[in-house]
């Protein structure tokens, strides 16, 4: 099992309301979980957003928060609710509303991988699924909330970066600037979860480092920007995904010969990113 359910990397003092956060990029298998798979520990990492912890990881340099997924997306799924449970792989779940999600395997607890690959040979038990689920989804997320209520109470906002990486043959079918294919998806389900401001700030300093980018296609946000995204309450969430061709090699999930600079980019676009939560006036100020 994964020793940790998240990862909490703060700065010495928080100067920003903006958060950041990667669900996906937990990366601890552990023997116990790859031996009930029928995949190799290569397959079952194509579901990971390998790196995305390491790209993001200056936050806390420039005044944010870091909160990290401990246990991998393979394993639990921090990006869907606690209740997206797939009744093809647990014992004891009705069926409900047509949920896509969980009909394509891709409930709270996957049962696939990329590619629609099996994880299990079988089904587990409800209860093992809620003992999962109690051990490493709530507790993320119950940091998470507490993390978007400092800020709110700091500095009167909360401006939540929900951070992923997206297979670059994802993009096949997309266009992004001069008819070449994005590089930076950013998801706010179509304005509902973030101002516009606060997207038009995120999508241009993205733009200003060199990086295509589109907003909600193919990817315009889940669960936790449904969650979260209050704009009405000053509470903004946007999600970013980033080609992994840009700085991995996808098929051995391993960083390639570009990794060093696009994550010394990305320092440059974190610390501007962080910025943008700087323009609220701390309320212990006021």
């Not at 394993?75 to 014992?91: G, K, M, T, V, W």
């Not at 700030?201 to 909600?216: D, H, K, M, P, T």
């Not at 995204?229 to 090699?249: A, C, F, K, T, W």
Request: aromatic share 8%.
């Amino acid at each position: 099992m994964p020793k940790a359910s998240y990862i909490l990397d703060r700065p010495q003092k928080r100067t920003t309301s903006v958060v950041f956060a990667s669900p996906h990029s937990g990366s601890d298998y552990g023997w116990s979980f790859l031996n009930t798979s029928v995949l190799d520990e290569l397959a079952i990492r194509s579901s990971e957003d390998a790196f995305v912890d390491h790209l993001f990881g200056q936050a806390p340099k420039f005044g944010a928060p870091l909160l990290k997924a401990g246990a991998p997306r393979a394993f639990i799924d921090l990006n869907r609710s606690n209740d997206e449970l797939d009744p093809a792989l647990i014992h004891g779940v009705r069926r409900v509303a047509h949920n896509p999600r969980v009909a394509s395997g891709l409930g709270v607890i996957p049962r696939v991988v990329a590619g629609g690959r099996a994880i299990y040979n079988g089904k587990m038990t409800l209860g093992d699924a809620q003992a999962r689920i109690n051990r490493y989804w709530h507790p993320y997320h119950d940091t998470l909330a507490r993390l978007m209520r400092e800020s709110l109470t700091s500095f009167g906002e909360a401006i939540l970066l929900d951070c992923h990486s997206m297979p670059h043959e994802a993009l096949e079918t997309v266009s992004g600037g001069g008819g070449k294919r994005p590089q930076i998806v950013l998801g706010d389900r179509f304005g509902a979860s973030a101002n516009g401001e606060v997207v038009e700030r995120v999508e241009s300093i993205f733009a200003s480092a060199g990086l295509r980018v589109v907003r909600n296609a193919p990817f315009a946000g889940a669960y936790v920007t449904q969650a979260y995204g209050r704009p009405s309450r000053n509470q903004h969430v946007v999600q970013i995904e980033i080609d992994r061709s840009l700085y991995m090699d996808e098929a051995r999930v391993r960083p390639n010969a570009d990794f060093e600079s696009f994550a010394c980019l990305m320092t440059s676009v974190v610390a501007e990113l962080a910025d943008i939560g700087r323009a609220a006036v701390p309320v212990a100020a006021e």
